[in-house]
């Protein structure tokens, strides 16, 4: 089956590109969610993390997200830490919902694929963009967080020019029918490409 990764930096609406390509019938994995689901759930990682950020990283169950948010943000240490604790799960939990997929191809959304060098585990690389004003107001919107603050994130992630290269394809999402139409044409090419590598 074919394994096809759909990144973007935080704003530019990969979870929303990743709904359309649902509604075509395309089983969706948001690396994200499964992670976060999992930072609650596993007693393992659990464990690990409240070994690496002390006691409050938990509120009862529940994640202390603004105490570990701080402690990423100040220290990037931390946050090579808790992925290493984190990505493995992540891939062996993706790997188990893979084999229970029957479709020519699935989509995995992961913010994250060429900062870590990841691309030999997909396929296919769509990459989503979108104007930086939109993307910075969409994230204010979503997280009320603060224009300096998600500047500050964009900074340090990989710029959309050098992601777009590193893709196969690029859906601009600027306009949410105009997406929905590129995200319709993207589906077709990719079945394309399947046939192909079926003759």
């Known amino acids: 089956m074919i394994v096809v990764g759909l990144t973007g930096g935080i704003g530019s609406g990969k979870t929303t590109v990743a709904n359309f390509f649902k509604e075509l019938g395309v ?3 948001i690396a994200d969610d499964e992670a976060k689901q999992l930072m609650v759930k596993s007693k393992v990682i ?5 070994a690496l950020f002390g006691d409050d990283a ?3 169950k529940e994640l202390n997200k ?3 948010a701080s402690k990423i943000f100040s220290d990037k ?3 090579q830490q808790m992925n290493a604790i984190v990505h493995p799960k992540v891939a062996s939990h993706f790997k188990r919902w893979l084999k229970k997929q029957d479709s ?3 989509i995995k959304e992961a913010a994250i694929i060429f900062e870590h060098n990841n691309e030999a585990l997909y396929d ?5 963009t979108a104007n930086l004003d939109e993307r910075i107001n969409r994230v204010i919107k979503r997280d009320n967080s603060s224009k300096s603050k998600i500047k500050a994130i964009i900074k340090n992630q990989m710029s959309d020019e050098d992601k777009i290269k590193k893709s196969h394809f690029v859906i601009y999402n600027d306009n949410l029918e105009d997406t929905k139409n590129q995200v319709k044409k993207t589906h077709l090419s990719i079945l394309k490409h399947i046939k192909k590598l079926k003759i």
């Open 46 to 50: 659990r464990r690990k993390l409240i």
């Open 77 to 79: 240490a931390y946050l």
């Open 27 to 29: 089983p969706v994995y």
């Open 66 to 68: 603004p105490v570990i």
């Open 104 to 106: 020519p191809y699935v």
């Open 58 to 60: 938990y509120i009862g």
């Open 124 to 128: 296919v690389i769509i990459a989503v």
